[in-house]
């Protein structure tokens, strides 16, 4: 690589680990933890890419786009961000950002894609606008550190203006319907009616005709798509090929597998290549455990804010949460955590309490019996298979090896301190390293170490 790196980030850490990796790649770096610093270096005429946190001690990060691209046209901009959220992936899409990356972020693949913005740059490829980043919807509950959701968060960013019928799967409650109005609301449609269908709204002669005057320009969904029958599907295909210039966008969300029901003759084809545009799929719960503790605290934190009190969990508590199996997936999450957070008698939600609320949902066996009699080994193959499946056609970021180290490194000795009452020398004997190393280990992986107990 060739060219001068702007780095802004108010961890010391990463300051040093992306200047010592540009450096090494042939890059002059700057770097700062003042945002007020990064913008009088661009204002200099200094830099050809920037690297730069969003929160930061003197202003958000992504505010500081719009004066990027008014400063430097054509400046290329890569955001990282442990506001793992769709909003971040949305406002920095938005704003006109090069390319964003989740924290904790893959620096082999930070490096290609910096070589990759550089490189547009020289060229002079990169034709920037300014965008004003909106803010409202920073409640929703689409939060998520795992691929599979920052894949989508990323698609979602894409295909939020493009003209395309969007096709949303997922099973119930994983969210599918937030998708949909995020999409709607952070589009150049926003300001339009947002029209959710059911199956009843397109009976009779008037009811396709009706749904489009009430969509007008703006988004119209149609709810759960698969249950529709041969009829009322035969009413969209007539109504979709009949759209007038001014027609709204057309969205579908399904729980159901319309392949197969296309080969059992129960959904028309002509139906399903009409408003497959572009597919989304929301994975479920279980398929993203490592994000049951975000989803948790941000659920207990609405409850505080609804006056509901406030409450935290155990941490025996959490993990009989993170087992548990969520066949209603982040709707059932949520109204659990609402429950717990009225019924629990102390701000210390526990594991009993939870075993009481979690006996009375839907019988079904938690997760820790799904592998049952399976080696580790198996169990292991198993969620790598689902994270290659997440990528779809394409292949995971480069430097998958030592990812996947780190990854299960992490709640390895975390478990295993749990499981030693957090006594680092029974924790080091325990896997076989010596205690400097687990010292070394927790520290840098920022691993907790207070108010740890042997898991009962």
């Not at 159901?256 to 028309?268: I, P, Q, S, T, W």
């Amino acid at each position: 690589m060739d060219g001068t790196v702007l780095v802004a980030d108010d961890d010391r850490t990463i300051r040093t680990v992306l200047t010592q990796a540009l450096t090494r790649a042939g890059c002059k770096v700057h770097a700062t933890a003042s945002l007020v610093t990064l913008m009088r270096w661009v204002e200099e005429g200094k830099g050809d890419l920037v690297i730069s946190d969003v929160m930061m001690p003197d202003g958000n990060g992504l505010e500081a786009l719009p004066r990027i691209a008014q400063e430097r046209p054509g400046l290329p901009v890569i955001v990282i961000s442990a506001q793992n959220t769709i909003m971040t992936a949305i406002q920095a899409a938005e704003a006109d950002a090069y390319d964003y990356l989740p924290k904790p972020f893959d620096l082999p693949d930070l490096m290609k894609r910096a070589a990759r913005a550089l490189d547009q740059k020289r060229k002079a490829q990169v034709v920037s606008k300014t965008a004003e980043p909106r803010t409202e919807g920073g409640d929703l509950p689409l939060v998520g550190r795992t691929a599979g959701m920052q894949a989508l968060y990323r698609l979602v960013a894409r295909v939020m203006n493009a003209d395309l019928p969007v096709l949303i799967l997922g099973e119930s409650g994983t969210g599918k319907s937030l998708i949909a109005r995020a999409i709607h609301d952070f589009s150049d449609r926003r300001t339009l009616p947002f029209v959710v269908a059911q199956a009843a709204d397109l009976q009779g002669a008037d009811g396709p005709s009706t749904l489009l005057a009430k969509a007008k320009s703006g988004s119209l969904v149609f709810d759960e798509v698969g249950d529709y029958d041969e009829e009322t599907q035969g009413r969209i295909v007539r109504m979709l090929d009949a759209l007038p210039d001014s027609a709204p966008r057309i969205m579908a969300t399904t729980q159901v597998d319309l392949g197969a029901l296309m080969e059992a003759g129960k959904f028309r084809q002509d139906l399903f290549y009409r408003i497959g545009g572009v597919t989304l799929a929301v994975p479920s719960l279980r398929e993203r455990v490592e994000d049951i503790p975000l989803l948790a605290e941000h659920f207990l934190a609405r409850a505080e804010r609804d006056g509901l009190g406030v409450r935290r969990f155990s941490s025996e508590a959490m993990a009989l949460v993170r087992a548990y199996a969520w066949p209603g997936n982040v709707r059932q999450l949520e109204n659990t955590i609402r429950r717990l957070v009225v019924t629990s008698s102390e701000e210390e939600i526990t594991r009993s309490e939870v075993e009481f609320v979690l006996g009375n949902q839907p019988a079904i066996e938690p997760l820790r019996q799904i592998g049952e009699g399976e080696k580790l080994s198996a169990s292991i193959a198993r969620h790598l298979r689902r994270y290659f499946d997440l990528h779809g056609g394409n292949l995971p970021a480069p430097g998958l090896y030592d990812r996947i180290l780190r990854e299960m490194e992490a709640p390895l000795i975390e478990i295993a301190l749990d499981a030693t009452g957090g006594n680092q020398a029974r924790c080091a004997d325990l896997l076989g390293i010596n205690r400097n190393t687990l010292r070394k280990k927790i520290t840098d992986l920022d691993i907790q170490v207070t108010r740890r107990r042997k898991l009962m």
